[in-house]
């Protein structure tokens, strides 16, 4: 299991939070009568980016493992493998940590 | 001859008055006040010859000037300018120099929550303390309510709910129960919602397929509100700061819309839930009441779930 903080948008009076940029097409999809950034709870603060990582949505990704590709391995091979697919994993996952 | 109107000595002039609408003034003798413009009054003024005149009256001349405009007032009319914005409201601000401004509405209710309220009080409360036990459900239609704490797993849900595009439903469906009281600085999950998850002995893996509410006391310390979602692979949550009297979700093809006592919360729109049933405009809704203030109770009577085809 991964965990990780992904990139949130929150209301600077109200609190609420979002996981998608407040770009104006994407906020008149999900909340067509909004205003650019403007929040769609309070509808009087602006959803900025959220600095505090401490209150960043967060994202729990279980491990993938392709049994097809391991069933004829040996158990020190699987192992092998796991570390890399974990290694792969963490990686991506940092960058979008850090997005 | 005596007694005419006709001017003659001590009297006045005939010939005074020339044009349309002239009047009568008078400084030390008679004297012809022009009739003035269109519009305008006649207005005593001091400084003039005769101690009066025509004059626009400036406080009575709407201020307006566009489709939509309204007078407004401080120390004078002024122009309030119709909202460039359609749909925004008059609103009072102390801070505006006319006291009024034009704002969009405050947030409303998503539809159809308050119709649920007989729902809660007809078939929930039933004050029944929750005993563990219960199998695993694998159907990810599951309206599912469970608890951990201390390895105790507690499982309550319903399953074989209608599946399909478009089902038929002949109910609502409820899972209610009450957890009372807790026992006081111990560690819990806590969900409720639409699909599984799965209860293991520590706590509740939320990377399964579903969407709901859930709330953790770990180490003893501050319980935690969260919005989740799962596709099965990965679980997006957030907190959502409180946990309040009504509880209530709002699924499309694009988001889920987390509603805390009619407050937007949160909207998360990654690892959406999979195959829930209704696709577009799913009610999801619950009733619960939060822990006191020592997080020792951990009080939920209801959970309902509903779907609606709009």
């Not at chain 2, 006040?33 to 269109?38: D, K, L, P, Q, R």
């Not at chain 2, 990965?234 to 946990?243: D, P």
């Not at chain 2, 509603?259 to 998360?268: A, F, G, K, P, V």
Request: hydrophobic share 30%; glycine share 8%.
């Amino acid at each position: 299991m991964h965990n990780i903080t992904i990139k949130t948008w929150s209301c600077d009076l109200c609190k609420y939070k979002q996981d998608f940029d407040p770009l104006t097409s994407l906020m008149q999809e999900i909340f067509p009568e909004n205003i650019k950034n403007q929040c769609p709870s309070c509808k009087i603060g602006l959803v900025t980016n959220e600095t505090d990582k401490t209150k960043r949505i967060h994202k729990h990704i279980i491990d993938e493992i392709d049994i097809d590709n391991d069933k004829d391995l040996t158990n020190s091979e699987k192992l092998e493998n796991k570390k890399q697919r974990t290694k792969s994993l963490t990686e991506n996952l940092k960058k979008e940590d850090n997005s | 001859m005596s007694g005419g109107m006709g001017g003659g000595e001590g009297g006045v002039a005939e010939d005074l008055l020339t044009t349309k609408g002239d009047t009568h003034g008078y400084s030390t003798e008679n004297a012809r006040v022009a009739i003035g413009s269109n519009t305008q009054v006649l207005t005593a003024d001091s400084t003039e010859a005769l101690g009066l005149k025509w004059a626009t009256p400036t406080d009575i001349a709407p201020p307006t000037t566009t489709k939509g405009d309204l007078s407004g007032f401080s120390t004078s009319q002024a122009r309030i300018p119709v909202s460039v914005t359609n749909g925004q409201v008059l609103t009072t601000d102390s801070t505006e120099a006319l006291g009024l401004k034009w704002a969009t509405a405050a947030a409303t209710s998503p539809p159809r929550i308050w119709s649920f309220s007989t729902i809660f009080e007809a078939a929930s409360r039933t004050n029944t303390q929750v005993t563990a036990g219960g199998a695993t459900t694998t159907d990810n239609q599951a309206l599912g309510l469970y608890v951990t704490t201390a390895g105790d797993a507690v499982r309550n849900y319903i399953n074989n709910m209608p599946v399909g595009t478009n089902p038929s439903w002949s109910q609502d469906y409820n899972v209610s129960t009450t957890i009372y009281p807790w026992t006081t600085g111990t560690d819990f999950d806590f969900y409720a919602g639409l699909g599984y998850c799965t209860v293991t002995a520590a706590n509740i893996d939320y990377t399964k397929n579903h969407l709901g509410w859930k709330s953790t006391r770990v180490g003893s310390g501050t319980i935690a509100y969260e919005g989740t979602i799962g596709d099965n692979t990965t679980e997006t949550a957030g907190s959502v700061t409180t946990l309040d009297t009504l509880c209530n979700l709002v699924k499309t093809s694009t988001s889920v819309k987390f509603y805390d006592n009619s407050t937007l919360r949160q909207t998360l729109t990654t690892n959406l839930p999979i195959n829930v049933v209704g696709g577009d405009n799913v009610f999801n809704s619950g009733l619960t009441a939060r822990n006191v203030a020592t997080a020792s109770r951990f009080q939920i009577y209801s959970w309902t779930y509903e779907a609606s085809y709009a």
